[in-house]
């Protein structure tokens, strides 16, 4: 953990400590926010949520695991990546074209439940092929440490970082910019306008879980260069919706945004409040979000006319 | 004194101006009808009085009491029932259910009674059934009467709310575009309907309606409205004639 | 066949709608009694299990079937009916006391938490359900002096009327309490379902805005149903902490909220068979999966996630092909046999209907 070895309190050192919080909560944050970024993808082209978006991170972070550790296929990292990517974008289209798509017409409730039951399948999987102990990604990202002014990050952490600020502006881009960004939006907008403009609605839905899926495995593979990962590591998906749910469940920066304030505020709330409830303040953050703001920060929620 | 009066009513929707400082009153026991093009305010006017917007200026008053001193779900107590012009049924309920929702307002019993179903409860419900039994039979929904909404026919559907409407007994009926995606019969049998509501049952009714036809047939009065502003009031012939009206609808392209 | 020729109103009122049927629903309640004598007490034990599971089933179906709002944090609503109830006896209340007390206060606090949830809508209500469920296991750790935090609680023996009840040396007793709960709980259900309330429930989950029309209060009614709904979820937490024989701040997990509603689900939503239909398979599925699993690899074996996963997958075929859920292939098949040789098959055609934007309220 960080903060315990500091035991000589000084001022320096103390704005050091507070700083490796800092950086280790944004890393953390950060797949938060990529997980997020798959809730809010899927939700804004869809308007279903995909409760399973952890486990399709743990899935990701298997796939990569199992194509590029030595006991398995011992591919070398940088082909075993995208193709883990490729997979997972695959999974996502299959998933929606086999399962979800018939859905169309049912309540949210339908597909909440059924994207949580889609989790419990995805741990049971993961756990038949790879088994429930807990494993490391054998990951050039993971190895070293950087030295900045004194301040030791952990090579994994900046790497995190890095990639995900670059993902999350180069979805924004392809959103605000490509033709194809456009259409999803437009269908995501008004699924019935969308459709008589000439939209396929339901492939765009298709290539979003692709998507979705691509983002789970980017995610995975940052998690498990920073630590090792089990079957139920998806379940931090939960701390995601927290995320996502803080901004708004409408805009891919907003989802990010939120991952790092849920991943800032967990360290120094383990640092700084007693240990009871030190887990407690994200979900708190989140209750007191949705009483203040029940639609996230930035919402989207119109009154219907009537 | 009018059953309802609106005295200069106002009502912005950021910088569209959908009611604009309208005055009208409706008398009890007429049919008054509201005529203008798509966008006019109509259903914002409707919606004004069934308190789901607050007005930015305006008295709202009916039968002397201030419409604005009351929250959403009780207009409905005052005697004030409506339909919607994109029909808002309860779909996974049935016809029967549907109706019996419009009798909420005469609801007397308790939680612990209904929990209980205590004897006033079963005497309640025999009441409440036997007023909807009249609306069945008075607009003939026998045949659909255990029928879930999800499944019936849109003309159908139409009926059922109007019908929903009339189980609330109410002294004022809002009606907005009830034949609206009618068939030449199905507007036939409305017409006689709400003039049977307002002969029969001596209910008032104030209704939006685009159907000339209907209108001048069942009303007493007409409003013109375009861009949220009265543009004319009077027989449904007068409205007809007035230069301003044909103006209106000539120039904004509709019917 | 049988053909409702309806004389009076009465027979869409009353708790049954004709004879046959109030004879079969006797001749099961008299079977319900009966059970003790028919079959060992293992078996009893495990009915018991699928009993409390469907009060805890009717409890969230109420909220979710009826009013269409889904909580994924019901687990917390057992936890404070089965603290509060324990906690009561210990300060000396009787269990004729504490235990409909216990529900009532749940049901309290239930409203009392809804009442900034009412503005939440699908997703967003279902996500603040589950920061529920997860803060509630911290609540329990924190609030250590009167819940015994981790190392948890054991409830004392009922006594009723001088009459000990005990799961483990007299589950035929603990029986007898929980199906009495469940039949007061199943009135109550149905009592609703049949009243002004209940009706309100429906409109209100269907339509907002001409609830409020027909002069429903939107807010007051939702609280309602959440607070009834938790009150029974409630007394199903008490009997599930005397069926563990203890409990901690564990026992009632985000896994118990989530196959709590997946249970329903499968069950078939908006209907009270549903909720027992449901309870079945969860209570039977571990045993069935354990057995199936020693015929094919032998015993000994441990899989983890085997129950879910298999549970995950049941849910997935059920909303898939059977949205209705148990309850809704139970009436095709009855349908089916009540009109044979006459019924089609595109006589249970699925309805469509076009998504609802929650994106406009
Ligand atoms: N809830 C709302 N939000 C924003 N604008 C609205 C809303 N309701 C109505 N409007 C606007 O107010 C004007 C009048 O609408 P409406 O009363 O529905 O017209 P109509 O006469 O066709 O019934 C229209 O320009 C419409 O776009
Ligand atoms: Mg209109």
Redesign the interface.
Known sequence: MFGSETVHSGRGEEILEVLQLLVSGLANGCVYGLIALGFVLIYKATEAVNFAQGDFMMLGAFVTLGLTNAEYLDLPFWIAAPLAITIMAVLGYLLDFFILRHLFGQSQTAVVILTIALGFVLRFVAGLIWGHEPQTLESPLALGDVQLGGVVLGMADVAVIVVTFLLTWSLYQFFQRTKLGLAMQAASQNQMAAYFMGIPVRWVQGLIWGLAGATAAVAGILFASKGAIDPNAGLLGIKAFAAAVIGGFGSLPGALAGGLIVGVIEPFAARYLAAGYSQIAPYALLLAVLVFRPHGLFSQVRVKKV | MSLLEIKNATLKFGGVVAVNDLSFSVEEGEVYAIVGPNGAGKSTVFNLISRFYEPFAGQFTFDGQNLLDRAPDEVADLGIARTFQNIELFEHATVLQNLLVGRHRHRKSTLIEELFFAPRVRAEEHRHREAVEEVIDFLDLQPYRNKMIAGLPYGVRKVVELGRALASGPRLLLLDEPASGLSVEETQDMRWWIDDIRKQMGITVLMVEHDMGLVSGVSDRVLALADGAKLAEGTPAEVQSNPAVIEAYLGAGAV | MRIHFKTT??Q??RLFPDLWTACVYGALILLAFALPYLINEFYIGEVTNVLIWAIAGLGLMLL?GQT?Q?S?GHAAFLAIGCYTNTILIEQGLPFIVAFPLAGIITGVVGAIIAI??L??H???L???T???S??AD??I??LEPWTGGVSGKFPEMITVFGLEIERWTMPTRFYYLVLVVTIICTL?YR??L???????F??V???E??????????ARTKA?AFGLSCMITGWAGALMGYYAGTFNNETFSIVIS?TL??MI?IGG??SIHGAFFGAVVVAFLPQGLSILKDGLIGGGVA????E??????I??LF??FE?MGIYGRWLKIRIWFELFPFARKDMFRR?????K?????
């Open positions: 109103y009465e869409d009122i979710t269409g889904a994924l900034p949830a503005r939440l699908g997703i967003y279902a996500i603040a589950i920061a529920l997860i803060l911290d609540i750790v924190l109550f009592n609703l049949r009243s002004p309330l209940g009706r309100a429906a409109a989950r269907d339509s805005v001409s609830a409020t029309a027909m002069g429903v209060h939107i309602t989530i509603l997946m689900v939503l908006g899989i983890p996630g085997l879910t996963g298999v549970f995950g997958m849910l997935i909303i898939l949205p309805q469509k209907s076009y998504l934007t929650e994106r406009l309220r």
